[in-house]
């Protein structure tokens, strides 16, 4: 999605525009413009977050694994 971003920037359409046809708020679109230009590829990997877990979810599982106990 961050390369989409760019990729329509350089095609010369503004954020509103790319917000639209991505499906993206213009937070997030200005966000990742801004990173581009000011580091390049490397602007658009995740950065690291201070203090807060970062959850991976597998989209192919149909509900949240919980562990059962082996107690009865």
């Known amino acids: 999605m961050r390369a989409q971003v760019v990729l329509h920037a350089a095609h010369g359409r503004s954020h509103a525009c790319i917000a639209r046809e991505a499906g993206l708020h213009l937070d997030p679109v200005g966000r990742w413009r801004g ?17 807060w877990i970062t959850w991976k979810v597998n989209p192919f599982d149909s509900a949240p694994r919980h562990r059962q106990s082996s107690r009865p």
Do not use: M, S, W, Y
């Not at 000011?38 to 203090?51: E, S, T, V």
């Open 35 to 51: 990173r581009f230009a000011q580091a390049g590829l490397p602007g658009l990997k995740d950065r690291q977050r201070n203090g």
